[in-house]
């Protein structure tokens, strides 16, 4: 039988960034060929990539590309298990050179996304390649890509969770990245009350009439409050109509009036947004991984 030795087992885990046992069994199998040891754990941790797919990946990272004119941007989310993978250097890469590409490529949905290649090797499989290097479900979830021919794009990144793009009809990079600063924290669905889903409006509306009608008031008064409150939801969930978070004596409608400037579109991407978290029980999780 071939020995092992730590030195072998220390280059394939370099190499592979697997596990120290992972890399033991892979080199006994191999009689100690780095090189076969390496396929054989690639193959392995491909073919271990579609069974991982089916599990909640709600961490990652959000990441913003721009092009040095500001006339087209890109954000993207791509997600992980964990907020540890979501950290490592292989993972941001990965979402770093998959921002690029599709800026680059000007790519708009993630499905052409995965064609494309990063240093000869399809997206894709490199996907693959991480998913088995780290031991998680790794899916790139969202892509909005911003062109402005009549205006300038500018955006903000908090940490890796939050990321905002922002497009103005102004050359002002300070008011873009604080509007964009402001729309990370206060979350506005979209610039103005005309752009509110009608749906939404009337759902939002049939609630309050309901409320208010609970209080036993006359049908005008009843009006009067419903309409109030609706106006109220609206500053809420408009850009426009919200306080300003730099200055929140005023209105960023009103922000924008005195800066002569027109805010004309904006996306705002969060991690794991909309995703339905999976909740462990972690004495189960610790019981469930000692069963070999």
């Given at each position: 039988m071939?020995t092992i030795?730590a030195k ?10 697997s596990g120290m046992?992972?890399?033991?069994k892979?080199?006994?199998k191999?009689g100690?060929?780095i090189e076969?040891a390496?396929?054989?754990?690639r193959?392995?941790?491909l073919a271990q ?7 909640t990946?709600?961490e990652?990272?959000?990441y ?6 500001n006339?087209h ?8 298990e ?5 950290k ?8 770093k ?5 599709a800026?680059?490529s000007d ?6 996304l995965?064609?494309?290649k990063i240093?000869?090797?399809s997206?894709?499989?490199k ?10 479900n ?6 909005k890509?911003?062109?402005?021919p009549?205006?300038?794009i500018?955006?903000?990144?908090h940490?890796?969770?939050?990321g905002?793009i922002?497009?103005i ?6 008011l873009g990245k ?5 729309i990370?924290?206060?979350k506005?669905?979209c ?5 509110v ?5 009337e759902?939002?509306?049939n609630i ?7 209080s036993?008031?006359p049908?005008?008064?009843?009006e009067k409050m419903v309409q109030g ?6 500053s809420?969930i408009t850009l ?5 978070l730099?200055d ?7 922000l ?22 999976k909740?462990?029980n ?7 991984a000692?069963?070999?």
């Amino acid at each position: 039988m071939v020995t092992i030795t730590a030195k072998e087992v220390q280059e394939l885990r370099r190499r592979t960034g697997s596990g120290m046992m992972e890399c033991k069994k892979a080199l006994t199998k191999t009689g100690g060929d780095i090189e076969k040891a390496v396929q054989i754990m690639r193959e392995s941790g491909l073919a271990q990539a579609d069974k991982k797919s089916s599990r909640t990946a709600s961490e990652g990272m959000v990441y913003i590309v721009t092009s040095n004119n500001n006339k087209h941007s890109l954000i993207i989310e791509v997600n992980s298990e964990t907020d540890f993978v979501s950290k490592g250097d292989d993972f941001q890469n990965f979402v770093k050179n998959c921002a690029k590409v599709a800026l680059d490529s000007d790519i708009d949905n993630v499905d052409d996304l995965s064609g494309h290649k990063i240093d000869g090797t399809s997206i894709e499989h490199k996907r693959q390649e991480l998913i088995a290097k780290v031991g998680e479900n790794i899916q790139i979830r969202r892509i909005k890509n911003i062109k402005s021919p009549n205006g300038f794009i500018f955006s903000y990144l908090h940490g890796i969770k939050i990321g905002v793009i922002i497009e103005i009809d102004q050359n002002d990079a300070d008011l873009g990245k604080s509007l964009s600063m402001h729309i990370a924290a206060n979350k506005p669905l979209c610039v103005n009350k005309n752009d509110v889903d009608p749906k939404l409006l009337e759902q939002e509306k049939n609630i309050l009439i309901s409320q208010a009608q609970d209080s036993g008031k006359p049908a005008d008064i009843i009006e009067k409050m419903v309409q109030g409150r609706l106006g109220k939801y609206l500053s809420e969930i408009t850009l426009l109509g919200q306080n300003y978070l730099i200055d929140t004596e005023i209105k960023v409608q009103k922000l924008l009036k005195d800066k002569k400037t027109n805010v004309l579109s904006f996306n705002r991407l969060e991690v794991g947004e909309g995703i339905e978290k999976k909740k462990e029980n972690f004495a189960d999780e610790v019981a469930a991984a000692t069963i070999v």
